[in-house]
């Protein structure tokens, strides 16, 4: 079992930046694939950024050069690092912890970007 808790986030105006954080609970964190995620008003969740077990990354092209995904194992926690932040990546952001079959996920935290 893993519980993650985000935070960081908050009101931001555009071009600014945010770092989230995520730290999670249980064992073996150094296993798990790492994502982060968002959901905006009326729109489905979608994967932001990833950073796998042996540390491969990867973006969704909207964000690529913009945010930057981290992981340190040694505190269990995964960072996202949002500069350059743009009105339209205003959405509750989630932590997601997969292993195999398991998913695990945090309560969110709000991100506002202000034009």
């Known amino acids: 079992q893993v519980q993650l808790v985000e935070s960081g986030g908050g009101l931001v105006q555009a071009g600014g930046s945010l770092r989230l954080s995520c730290a999670a609970s249980?064992?073996?964190?150094?296993?798990?694939?790492m994502g982060w995620y968002r959901q905006a008003p009326g729109k489905q969740r979608e994967l932001v950024a990833a950073?796998?077990?042996?540390?491969?990354?990867n973006y969704v092209d909207s964000v690529k050069g913009r945010f930057t995904i981290s992981r340190d194992n040694t505190k269990n926690t995964v960072y996202l690092q949002m500069n350059s932040l743009k009105p339209e990546d205003t959405a509750v952001y989630y932590c997601?912890?997969?292993?195999?079959?398991?998913?695990?996920w945090g309560q969110g935290t709000q991100v506002t970007v202000s034009s």
């Open positions: 249980g064992s073996f964190f150094r296993i798990y694939d």
């Open positions: 997601n912890a997969h292993q195999r079959q398991y998913d695990y």
């Open positions: 950073i796998t077990s042996i540390l491969r990354t």
